[in-house]
């Protein structure tokens, strides 16, 4: 809007103010006229008798003197309302246009706008004095507003905090408003605004949470917090309360977890154990009630691998399988080195294997018996046996048929000769045997080599 059409349209409402206020103060005198001709006839009739008029006993009224013309020039004035009302449209008219004035003090803001029409017309009519006079008014209530705007709006915003952090859904948004209307541009009330319309919710998830404490559900009131400091994480009390959760149902947590890896245990179940035991370290890996039941743990695992390899040896002697009874009975040791039976299962399948191992040498080379250094041996041996035969039926049937075979490979058989009686004989490795038609030789049983020579034929 021009300088001019302010002008105009202050001219306008002055001119509609005065008409307005001339015809009340018209009606006024014409009403109190009325009432008085009504009740005092007579004073009429008393004055025209007396020729006397009322006018003239009416007070004169005499116009208000004007006041001296200030000895300051007036251009000096009229630029001093120029500087005042750019002052305020400059200075003063944004910090009030931040104000919802009319919702706040109508009273105010109507006199604002009259000093403002005033001093316009004054203007207008070359009163500058007047005018710098009504302006610098107008700017002095406009300071006193917005200073009076700002005190207003840090007690309402200071009380809307107050209210939010109280919970108190209805008097936060009372003074949240309150404080808008005094500065609708202030951030700080824009930001606790909108915490303040999340409020509905937030009571509605501290009843939820409340219950959930009440009943002991600390898992339940820990997902419902984690809801409100989404909405909001400035509750310093939510979060404390969230982590105080945490540790509870973390050290619920573990303790469960250990509980059931003990359970487990109890029952042999080393793979669940082992299971829950993983559980708890995830939660707290160093606690001493991991090492605890890690012990636990180790120790039932190595009774179990000892059952095994104790079942193995008894199923292994019961199958004639001493090469297992002696592996198995090495890893009983390695599990514990003083197992006596485990010793001695050892010391059997040694001695065992090893004679088994020998008489199946001599059985494959049955004619090697026939030295008698080994025979001696091998007699040892199959001594050696006896004491063993009853705990290993292989070993029995073996001591057997090399006890046999060596009575047989060393008994001597009737081998007869023949020949033509010109060809001179001989076993290689017994000796010569000459010219001959038949002879008997008694040899051990085994492989030999005969060998002829005759004049006029040549040996291979």
Same mark, same amino acid.
């Given at each position: ?9 202050? #001219? ?23 009432? &008085? ?24 009224? #005499? ?8 000895? =300051? ?84 915003? @200071? ?57 002991? *559900? ?23 309360? #969230? ?10 947590? &573990? ?10 245990? %109890? ?57 297992? =009874? ?5 890893? $009983?040791?390695? %599990? ?19 004679? @088994?191992?020998?008489?199946? %040498? ?35 049937? #073996? ?12 008994? *001597?058989?009737?081998? %007869? $000769? ?16 000459? *010219? ?20 006029? &034929?040549? @040996? *291979?």
């Amino acid at each position: 809007m021009t300088f001019e059409q302010k002008i105009t349209d202050a #001219k306008t409402r002055q001119r509609n103010r005065v008409f307005a206020a001339a015809i009340g103060l018209l009606a006024v005198v014409l009403f109190c006229f009325l009432i &008085f001709v009504f009740v005092s006839p007579d004073l009429f009739k008393h004055d025209a008798d007396t020729g006397l008029s009322t006018e003239s006993e009416q007070p004169e009224i #005499k116009p208000a003197s004007q006041s001296p013309s200030p000895s =300051v020039p007036d251009e000096q004035l009229r630029q001093n309302y120029l500087d005042a009302l750019s002052q305020y449209e400059n200075t003063l008219k944004p910090e009030l246009d931040k104000i919802d004035l009319p919702a706040w003090n109508q009273a105010r803001s109507e006199q604002l706008d009259q000093l403002s029409d005033k001093a316009l017309v004054e203007f207008t009519a070359s009163d500058y004095a007047g005018a710098a006079n009504t302006i610098e008014q107008r700017n002095q209530l406009a300071r006193s507003t917005i200073d009076e705007s700002k005190q207003a709006f840090e007690q309402a915003l @200071s009380n809307a905090q107050k209210a939010y952090q109280a919970d108190q859904y209805n008097d936060a948004k009372l003074q949240i408003a309150q404080a808008l209307m005094l500065d609708k541009s202030a951030d700080a009330a824009a930001a606790l605004a909108a915490k303040i319309y999340t409020m509905p919710a937030i009571l509605s998830l501290l009843d939820k949470i409340n219950t959930a404490k009440v009943e002991n *559900k600390p898992e339940k009131e820990l997902r419902l917090i984690k809801e409100l400091l989404k909405i909001a994480p400035d509750r310093t009390s939510a979060a404390n309360r #969230k982590q105080a959760l945490v540790s509870r149902i973390r050290q619920s947590h &573990f303790n469960a977890a250990i509980a059931k890896s003990y359970q487990a245990l %109890e029952r042999g179940d080393a793979q669940t154990a082992r299971q829950t035991i993983n559980s708890a370290k995830k939660i707290f890996p160093h606690r001493q009630e991991i090492a605890d039941a890690t012990l636990s743990l180790q120790n039932l695992e190595k009774k179990q691998r000892l059952n095994r390899h104790q079942q193995a040896i008894q199923q292994a002697i019961t199958a004639d399988d001493w090469v297992t =009874v002696k592996q198995q009975a090495e890893r $009983v040791l390695q %599990e514990r080195s003083d197992d006596k039976a485990a010793l001695e299962s050892l010391k059997k399948a040694t001695t065992i294997v090893a004679l @088994s191992k020998t008489f199946d %040498e001599s059985l494959q080379h049955p004619f090697r018996l026939t030295n008698q250094q080994l025979v001696s041996g091998m007699k040892s041996k199959l001594a050696e046996a006896t004491a063993l035969s009853g705990f290993s039926p292989s070993l029995s049937k #073996k001591m057997q048929t090399l006890s046999g075979l060596m009575k047989q490979v060393n008994t *001597k058989i009737l081998v %007869e $000769v023949s020949s033509d009686n010109q060809t001179d004989i001989s076993v290689r490795g017994v000796g010569k045997i000459g *010219k001959t038609e038949l002879k008997t030789l008694h040899l051990l049983p085994g492989q030999y080599t005969f060998e002829g020579k005759r004049k006029g &034929f040549k @040996s *291979k």
